[in-house]
């Protein structure tokens, strides 16, 4: 079973700007979360979807947005980039079904650098 | 609300060596507990998880970790590392909530330098 999927891998960006993340969620998994990894902030939550609803939302400005589609692939955006948001962004699914559904299985990431 | 903290940012140990790296928690509720390892330029990659049941659980790679309620603590542990196991380690904390996915609550890391 492929794993969970994140594209582009890195990316280059200019302040201003705006950018837009993809993920792929493990097959039949329909919750997709979302991170913000920094070496000065660690690992905080930005958001997760289920049935292409936002459930739940981690405290990041309105800058920061997300869907999800009807096959569960999620993307996310950012908009009006700031230097600050230098960071590696990871996606993780869960089946979100059952004790087990709780378990969150993450991307090798996406690498986003503000210029 | 959940926290978690792992006191030590750095653990150097020698090859074949036993390790602990330590991780305790604060929670008003019942939560699940996970363990996930970050090597340089990847994801998160999952070592192990205390969903219910026995408080002693197996993961990957020969790891394991006990969840101790009473000390609020979750604690990882090889008793022969390899110089592969070098990374970064992770320890998440997430609401009990049944069948919904809640949010990970992640301490700050611990960097396992295995040397020879």
């Known amino acids: 079973k492929a794993g969970v999927t994140q594209t582009p891998r890195y990316l280059i960006k200019t302040r201003g700007q705006q950018v837009t993340l993809s993920c792929s969620p493990i097959s039949g998994h329909r919750s997709v979360s979302w991170y913000q990894q920094t070496p000065g902030q660690g690992l905080q939550f930005l958001f997760e979807y289920f049935s292409e609803t936002q459930r739940n939302k981690g405290n990041f400005p309105g800058r920061f947005s997300g869907r999800q589609f009807s096959n569960s692939r999620s993307e996310m955006n950012v908009s009006t980039l700031e230097l600050g948001d230098s960071a590696l962004y990871l996606c993780?699914?869960?089946?979100?079904?059952?004790?087990?559904?709780?378990?969150?299985?993450f991307g090798a990431g996406t690498r986003l650098s503000v210029l | 609300a959940q926290s978690v903290t792992q006191l030590d940012s750095q653990v150097p140990v020698f090859e074949e060596a036993p390790v602990e790296l330590r991780c305790n928690y604060s929670?008003?509720?019942?939560?699940?507990l996970f363990w996930y390892v970050q090597y340089p330029n990847q994801g998160l990659q999952l070592l192990l998880k205390?969903?219910?049941?026995?408080?002693l659980v197996k993961g990957i790679n020969g790891f394991e970790a006990e969840f101790n309620k009473s000390q609020t603590s979750f604690h990882l542990r090889k008793p022969s590392v390899h110089i592969s196991d070098t990374a970064e380690y992770f320890c998440?904390?997430?609401?009990?909530?049944?069948?919904?996915?809640?949010?990970?609550?992640f301490g700050t890391g611990t960097l396992l330098a295995v040397q020879p």
């Open positions: 998440a904390v997430s609401r009990n909530s049944g069948g919904a996915t809640n949010k990970l609550i």
């Open positions: 205390y969903l219910s049941g026995s408080t």
């Open positions: 993780a699914s869960s089946l979100a079904m059952g004790t087990e559904g709780n378990i969150q299985y």
């Open positions: 929670s008003s509720v019942s939560v699940y």
